[in-house]
């Protein structure tokens, strides 16, 4: 079973982002922009560069605009390409690229973490699969953190969790892991848990939005009771597989935004502005321009 390869990738986006109201208000927190594209698309692309071929969506009724994102808009098509706008053209076509599918789950309530990544149990059924919050951009640098963690999914044959170096003082924000170092980066989890007080917190790596998962973890979602603030955690059922199996976590080697606060999207904006091929030139000169003006 955990010889399989990884093809399916889950994403839970029926949050209702209320820490970016009121621009959330009518348009899903995955749909904002960084730049040029919504982080959904991040997220989709982090994906299949990853050789994910089916996108699954754990969405709620407000997130419609999600599933437009991903479908083909045949009159936008076809006013581009009626003005020649090849380029743009292109871009709209292969927004979903040939033989990767979408697929879509209604969450019927808000119940957690957990709950989401329950409801795709019926298309993800006995495969290994990956998790991807969206709310969480990845800067892989050399590779795309996704595809590092199925690189070691492919060595070891274990679920494995991306986590990376957090202050102590923050650890009650984050899932925290236990570690036993296993080799450069990558590390057996001992025991987690969910948000511990910094003066609980068994180390100062805090789990982070990228999961590869082994079927089993199915069975702990659907028997573990509700935990902090009355949801199903994905966190609790991890520890409930670490009493089964082994579960791996990956130092991975990039930068992450949280961009699920204000300070992480701006700061991703900024970063993937001064690395856009169209932008970067005149936006580093505002910067300066800036930086000079408030100096």
């Not at 659907?222 to 966190?235: C, N, P, V």
Request: hydrophobic share 40%; glycine share 6%.
């Amino acid at each position: 079973m955990h010889n399989k390869k990884i093809r399916k990738a889950v994403f839970p986006v029926a949050g209702l982002g209320t820490r970016f109201l009121p621009a959330t208000k009518a348009s899903p927190k995955e749909m904002l922009p960084i730049v040029d594209k919504p982080l959904i698309q991040y997220a989709a692309e982090e994906a299949v560069s990853a050789g994910i071929s089916q996108l699954i969506f754990v969405t709620s009724s407000s997130k419609r605009a999600i599933e437009d994102h991903f479908d083909k808009n045949k009159e936008l098509e076809n006013e581009l390409e009626r003005r020649g706008k090849y380029d743009l053209l292109s871009m709209v076509k292969h927004i979903v690229p040939e033989g990767v599918s979408c697929i879509y789950i209604r969450q019927p309530e808000a119940l957690g973490l957990g709950h989401a990544v329950l409801c795709a149990k019926p298309v993800v059924g006995d495969e290994p699969f990956a998790v991807i919050l969206a709310d969480d951009l990845i800067d892989g640098k050399e590779q795309p953190c996704l595809a590092q963690m199925v690189k070691i999914y492919e060595q070891q044959h274990s679920s494995v969790i991306a986590v990376e170096e957090v202050e102590q003082a923050e650890s009650d924000k984050y899932g925290i892991i236990k570690p036993e170092r296993l080799y450069e980066g990558v590390w057996k989890i001992k025991s987690i848990v969910e948000k511990p007080s910094p003066a609980e917190a068994p180390s100062t790596l805090g789990v982070v939005g990228r999961y590869v998962l082994t079927p089993a973890i199915f069975n702990h979602l659907e028997k573990i009771d509700r935990g902090a603030g009355g949801e199903i955690q994905l966190t609790d059922a991890i520890a409930q597989l670490l009493t089964k199996e082994d579960v791996l976590a990956c130092q991975f080697e990039g930068k992450r935004y949280d961009c699920g606060n204000k300070l992480g999207y701006l700061e991703a904006t900024i970063d993937y502005a001064l690395q856009h091929p169209n932008l970067r030139e005149a936006f580093r000169e505002y910067l300066l321009k800036v930086h000079q003006e408030l100096s």
